[in-house]
C-alpha cells in the first residue's frame, strides 16, 4: 500500500526532476513497484488461464483428435486425425455440413434480430424513464424482473405459456380473442423460431435497458437545454445529442448483447429441452446435440473452434472499425 | 502488433472465449470409502423425491447388514447419459449407478464399467438365477456384461376400459390396422386415440425398433454398420407417425409431448390408448385406478411382410453398473448383490409395477397382477433387446429425433411421405461414423 501512497508524490515532485532528492526517494521504490502490479494481476491471470484459456487450447486439442466414447475414458488412446473433423463437419455437401450452414444462418438472423429488438426496447424504456416523474423507480424496478429471474425458472414459464393445448398464449389468442380458428404451434415447426426469439428478446432488453439508464445520467441536462434553446424537437435531440453521447455505451452494449445472443445455450435448450426443431437449432444447440448426444467430441470440438475464430473475426472487426471511428472524430 | 491492436485482439478472443470454455459440469462426488458408496439411481418412480423415499429404508438395511452407508442421487433421465458419460471421461463420480439397458454396450465400449464376467457374477449372486433375456441386454454379445439387470419391463398397450365400452368395442386391437380402426371410432369430441411421445427421442426410438422388427427391417448390419434408410425401416418408421399423419387418432399436440404428457393424457381420459412401459404405477399417482384400464400386448402387423419377425417390444429394463474407478469395490458389488437379492427385488419391482430380473423372486404373488402377467408374457415370448452395440446411444437418438422432426411436420400438417421419412433417416444415417 505504500506504493499508492506515494506515487501520487512522485507526480507532485515531478517538476524538481533530476534533483538528489527525488533519485533518493526512487532507488527503494523502484523493484517493488515493479512488482506489486504482476501480484495483483496473479490471481486474474490464473483464474483466466483456468477458465478460459486452457479449456480453449484443450477443446483445439479435441477437435483434432476423433475423440469418440471408445476413447473419452483414456484420450491418449484417441487417434490423432488433425483436421479430419473440421473437414467432415465445415464439408458443405455433407448432410452434417449442410445442417452447420444451416444453423449457423439461423443463428445469426437470430442474434441480429434479438440484438436489435433488445437495444431498441432498451433505448426507449432508458430515454422515457430519463425524466423523474412519480412512479418511475417502480417502473425501473419492474423492467428488470427479466434480468432478474433466473433463466431457467424464466424459460420454463415461457414453455407451458407456449404450449398448443394447455399455453395461455394460445388460450388468450384463441379461445378468449378468437384471433385464430386453429391453435397454433408455438414450440416446433416455423413459429418456434419467433417464440425462440420473443423469449430472448424479453431475457435481453433490460440489460440493454440498465446500461443506456446508466449511460443516461452522464449526459449532462445544459446539453439538452441548449439544444431546446436552439429549438431542437424530440427527435433532434435524441439524435444529435443522446445517441453521439451513448456512444461509448452502444459499441460495449451491442458487442456483449451480440456474442451473448449468438452462444446463448439455456433459452433454447430450456424451451426446447435438448433438440430444437430445425428452424430454430441455434448453433450451441447444435454442437452440444453434436458432441453430447451422439458421443463425439471431436466434431463437437472442431465445430466450436470453427465458430470460436468466427466470433474472433467479426468481434476484431468490430472493434477495429468502431475504434477507428472514434479516432477519426478525435 | 500495436498495444491497441493487441488490446482489442485479446478483448475479441476473451469475448468470444465463453463458447469453448462452456464445459459440462459435473457433480464433484467423490469415489467411495470403504464405508461409503454413492450411487446414482434412476428416475422409476413419480417423481426424484418419491424414488427417495422408496430407496431409502432399503439403503438403510444395507447399512446394517454390512455398515456401508450407501448415498443415494436420484438422476432424472434428461441428464442421467450426459452425467455418466462425465463419470466414465473423468474418473470421477458415483461407485455404483443405474443405466438404462439400452445404454449397456454403449457405456461398455468407454471402458469404465466392471465386467460382470462369470467369477464376479458368482460373487453378486450367481449367473443362473438371471433372466436370461435381461442379461442378453447388459452389454454387447460374446463380452462379459457390462452390468446386472435390476428392474425388467416391456411395452404394452393400455386402453381406458370405459372409452372402448362407450365407442363399442369388446376387446383391445391385436393388429396395428384394428388399432387405427378403433383409435378413429375413438377419436371424437375433444378425445384422441393414441397418445404418443413424439418430441421424446428415447421413446421414439424404442418404437421405432419394434415397428422396424416387424417389417422386417434391422437398424445395424451384423457388422455393426448402420442400416437406417433401408425400405423396412422406411415403411416402420412412416407406420407408427401415420397414427397421428394419416390416421389422425393422435392428437397433433402430442409432437411436443416430451414430459411425460402422453400418460397425463391417458390417465385424464383426453386419449384411450397408451403404448408405454410399466405405465401402472405412474398411473396409479395420476389417479387412474387399475380397474379403469386394461393391459394387453402392443398389436403386430395384420400381415407382416416377408422376414417380419412376431416382436413387439423391446426387452426394456434398468441395469446396474459399477464404476472401475470405485474406491470399494467389493462394498459396491456386495452393494449390487444386495440390490439384487429375492427380497429386495420383490420389495423395489412390487412398488414400481416392474418385473424382477432374477427367476427366484417372480414367483412372488405381487407379479400376477393383469399388468405384470402381461409384461411377463411378452418377455418370454415376443420381446428382443435392442441392438447391443456401442452406437446405440447415437441411434436412439439421430433416429428418435428424425422421428420428432416428423411428427413435427405431420403437426402442421406438412405431408409424411416415403420420400421424406427415407430422406430424414438417410440424414441420420450419414452423422454416425
Redesign the interface.
Known amino acids: 500500500m505504500a506504493t499508492s501512497t506515494t506515487a501520487p508524490d512522485a507526480g507532485r515532485r515531478e517538476p524538481r526532476a533530476g534533483s538528489p532528492a527525488r533519485k533518493a526517494a526512487r532507488r527503494p521504490r523502484g523493484p517493488r513497484r515493479s512488482l506489486l502490479p504482476y501480484l495483483l494481476l496473479a490471481p486474474a491471470v490464473v483464474l483466466e488461464l483456468a477458465i478460459h484459456v486452457i479449456p480453449m487450447v484443450v477443446g483445439v486439442w479435441m477437435s483434432l483428435l476423433e475423440l469418440t466414447q471408445f476413447h473419452i475414458r483414456d484420450w491418449s488412446t484417441a487417434p490423432f486425425v488433425g483436421l479430419e473433423n473440421y473437414r467432415a463437419t465445415l464439408d458443405l455437401n455433407s448432410a452434417a455440413g449442410k445442417e452447420l450452414l444451416h444453423s449457423f444462418w439461423v443463428t445469426l438472423v437470430y442474434s441480429l434480430l434479438s440484438v436489435g429488438f433488445a437495444w431498441l426496447l432498451g433505448m426507449a424504456a432508458a430515454v422515457v424513464l430519463q425524466r423523474p416523474f412519480r412512479g418511475r423507480a417502480i417502473l425501473r424496478a419492474l423492467f428488470l424482473t427479466p434480468y432478474a429471474l433466473p433463466v431457467y425458472t424464466a424459460v420454463i414459464t415461457w414453455s407451458f405459456l407456449l404450449q398448443r393445448d394447455t399455453g395461455l398464449v394460445n388460450h388468450v389468442l384463441v379461445d378468449q380473442l378468437g384471433l385464430m380458428n386453429e391453435r397454433p404451434f408455438w414450440l416446433i415447426g416455423d413459429n418456434s423460431f419467433w417464440s425462440l426469439l420473443v423469449v430472448s428478446v424479453w431475457r435481453n432488453w433490460p440489460f440493454a435497458f440498465l446500461c443506456l439508464m446508466a449511460g443516461l445520467q452522464n449526459v449532462p441536462g445544459e446539453m439538452y437545454e441548449a439544444a431546446a434553446i436552439d429549438g431542437a424537437g424530440f427527435w433532434r435531440r435524441l439524435r444529435s445529442v443522446t445517441l453521439p453521447m451513448l456512444r461509448p455505451v452502444n459499441l460495449v452494449l451491442l458487442l456483449v448483447l451480440f456474442l451473448w445472443t449468438f452462444n446463448d445455450f439455456n433459452t433454447p435448450y430450456v424451451l426446447f429441452g435438448g433438440s430444437a426443431p430445425e428452424q430454430a437449432d441455434l448453433i450451441s444447440i447444435h454442437i452440444y446435440r453434436s458432441s453430447f448426444k451422439t458421443w463425439d467430441f471431436g466434431s463437437g470440438s472442431a465445430m466450436s473452434v470453427a465458430l470460436l475464430l468466427f466470433l474472433l473475426v467479426v468481434s476484431a472487426a468490430y472493434l477495429l472499425i468502431t475504434n477507428r471511428r472514434r479516432d477519426d472524430h478525435a | 502488433m500495436s498495444r ?2 493487441l488490446g ?2 485479446t ?14 459440469g459435473s457433480g464433484d462426488d467423490s469415489a467411495g470409502s470403504s464405508k461409503t458408496l454413492t450411487y446414482w439411481a434412476s428416475n422409476q418412480g413419480a417423481s426424484l423425491e418419491a424414488d427417495k423415499t422408496i430407496l431409502q429404508p432399503e439403503l438403510d438395511k444395507f447399512e446394517k447388514q454390512t455398515g456401508i452407508k450407501v448415498n443415494v442421487e436420484v438422476v432424472p433421465w ?1 441428464d442421467l447419459l ?1 452425467r455418466l ?1 462425465a463419470a ?2 473423468s ?1 470421477k463420480g458415483p461407485d455404483v449407478v443405474n443405466i438404462g439397458n439400452t445404454w449397456s454396450a ?2 461398455q ?4 464399467l466392471v465386467e460382470f464376467d462369470d467369477a464376479t457374477l458368482q460373487a453378486v449372486g450367481g449367473k443362473d438365477r438371471i433372466v436370461p433375456a435381461a442379461l442378453a441386454a447388459a452389454g454387447a454379445p460374446g463380452k462379459p456384461p457390462a452390468a446386472v439387470p435390476l428392474y425388467s419391463m416391456a411395452y404394452s398397450l393400455y386402453y381406458n376400459k370405459k372409452s372402448f365400452a362407450d365407442a363399442g368395442i369388446t376387446a383391445p386391437p391385436t393388429t396395428w390396422e384394428q388399432l387405427a380402426e378403433y383409435g378413429k371410432k375413438l377419436s371424437t369430441g375433444g378425445k384422441w386415440g393414441l397418445a404418443i411421445e413424439g ?1 421424446n ?1 428415447s421413446e421414439n426410438a424404442h418404437h421405432a425398433f419394434t415397428f422396424s422388427q416387424q417389417y422386417g427391417g434391422e437398424w445395424f448390419d451384423s457388422a455393426g454398420k448402420p442400416t437406417f434408410d433401408t425400405p423396412q425401416n422406411v415403411s416402420a418408421i412412416k407406420r407408427y407417425v401415420d397414427f397421428m399423419a394419416a390416421d389422425k387418432i393422435t ?3 402430442n ?2 409431448y ?2 411425460n404428457q402422453s400418460v397425463s393424457d391417458f390417465a385424464n381420459g383426453k386419449a384411450a390408448m397408451l403404448l408405454w412401459q410399466s405405465a401402472g404405477s405412474n398411473l396409479k399417482t395420476q389417479n387412474m385406478p387399475a380397474d379403469a384400464y386394461g393391459v394387453a400386448p402392443v398389436p403386430f402387423l395384420a400381415s407382416p411382410p416377408a422376414g417380419g419377425k412376431k416382436i413387439n417390444s423391446m426387452v426394456a429394463g434398468i441395469n446396474m453398473a459399477v464404476f472401475k474407478h470405485t474406491k470399494n469395490r467389493d462394498g459396491a458389488l456386495s452393494f449390487v448383490k444386495f440390490m439384487t437379492s429375492d427380497e429386495e427385488q420383490t420389495i423395489l419391482n412390487r412398488t414400481y409395477g416392474s418385473l424382477p430380473a432374477v427367476k427366484t423372486a417372480a414367483s412372488d404373488p405381487a407379479f400376477s397382477a393383469p399388468e405384470q402377467k402381461t409384461i411377463q408374457e411378452t418377455l418370454v415370448t415376443t420381446a428382443a433387446p435392442l441392438p447391443q452395440v ?1 452406437e446405440e ?2 441411434f436412439e ?2 433416429v428418435g ?1 428424425a422421428m ?2 416428423l411428427f ?1 411436420d405431420a ?2 400438417g406438412k405431408p409424411v411421405t416415403e420420400a421424406s421419412v427415407k430422406a430424414k433417416l ?2 441420420a444415417q ?4
Open positions: 491497441r491492436h482489442i485482439f478483448a475479441a478472443v476473451l469475448a468470444a472465449a465463453s463458447l469453448t470454455a462452456c464445459g459440462g434428461s450426459n458419460l466414465a471421461a474418473g454403449s457405456l465400449a468407454t471402458g469404465a418430441a427421442p392428437n397433433p399436440s409432437a411436443e416430451a414430459q456401442p446411444s447415437t437418438t439421430l429425433t420428432k422432426e413435427a403437426a402442421s438417410t440424414d450419414q452423422k454416425m461414423r
